[in-house]
T-cell receptor, first 114, second 115 residues
Framework: AQTVTQSQPEMSVQEAETVTLSCTYD???????LFWYKQPPSRQMILVIR??????QNATENRFSVNFQKAAKSFSLKISDSQLGDTAMYFC???????????FGTGTRLTIIP | DTGVSQNPRHKITKRGQNVTFRCDPI?????LYWYRQTLGQGPEFLTY????????KSRLLSDRFSAERPKGSFSTLEIQRTEQGDSAMYLC?????????????FGPGTRLTVT
């Protein structure tokens, strides 16, 4: 069975600062996908960024980037120039290749302070 | 494209009653997923469909739970004889199976409270 662990239940950072959210995972598969999803208060979950395990290059999406360490099974999310709209629950998730069902971590509640 | 919609958004029911939730996926998406999210936890997979076929069910899905996706369009999730432990947010997501596309689009969820 695969697992995803997020060890930071809550984090807060001043607006415009950089913050890094941690995630570790475990899977016996060699091909898989990793995701960060954002769930704003009372709003639906949206995909922030995706990483294919076979790609060595870390994914980036504007202010969001990941640090993917396959050997260490680590997948952290860095948010640069944080904005008030980044306040949300952030979930790390894993899907094995060939089976799209997502396994989620318990989430990190991120608060951006004005 | 109006996104994934779920109805109702909130449901309060008494223990022992049956409830049914509906999910309308993005129209061209052929995969549909149900997840359950309890307070302070990440979503947990329940079941998923490709078109009208139910391909996998989690062990979390007891025999009181049933899901359908007739004609491969909308889906319903029914819970019979609800228990207080069923109180949770039920999330629906959809995706289109294509090479390299593993992105799931989530609906706003149905929050169930069993009293």
């Amino acid at each position: 069975a695969q697992t995803v662990t997020q060890s930071q239940p809550e984090m807060s950072v001043q607006e415009a600062e950089t913050v890094t959210l941690s995630c570790t995972y475990d899977t016996s598969e060699n091909n898989y996908y990793l995701f960060w999803y954002k769930q704003p208060p009372s709003r639906q979950m949206i995909l922030v960024i995706r990483q294919e395990a076979y790609k060595q290059q870390n994914a980036t999406e504007n202010r969001f980037s990941v640090n993917f360490q396959k050997a260490a099974k680590s997948f952290s999310l860095k948010i640069s120039d944080s904005q008030l709209g980044d306040t949300a629950m952030y979930f790390c998730a894993l899907a094995n290749f060939g089976n799209e069902k997502l396994t989620f971590g318990t989430g990190t509640r991120l608060t951006i302070i004005p | 494209d109006t996104g994934v919609s779920q109805n109702p958004r909130h449901k309060i029911t008494k223990r022992g009653q049956n409830v049914t939730f509906r999910c309308d996926p993005i129209s061209e998406h052929n995969r549909l997923y149900w997840y359950r999210q309890t307070l302070g936890q990440g979503p947990e997979f329940l079941t998923y469909f490709q078109n009208e076929a139910q391909l996998e069910k989690s062990r979390l899905l007891s025999d009181r739970f049933s899901a359908e996706r007739p004609k491969g369009s909308f889906s319903t999730l029914e819970i019979q004889r609800t228990e207080q432990g069923d109180s949770a947010m039920y999330l629906c997501a959809s995706s289109h199976v294509s090479v390299g596309s593993y992105e799931q689009y989530f609906g706003p969820g149905t929050r169930l409270t069993v009293t």
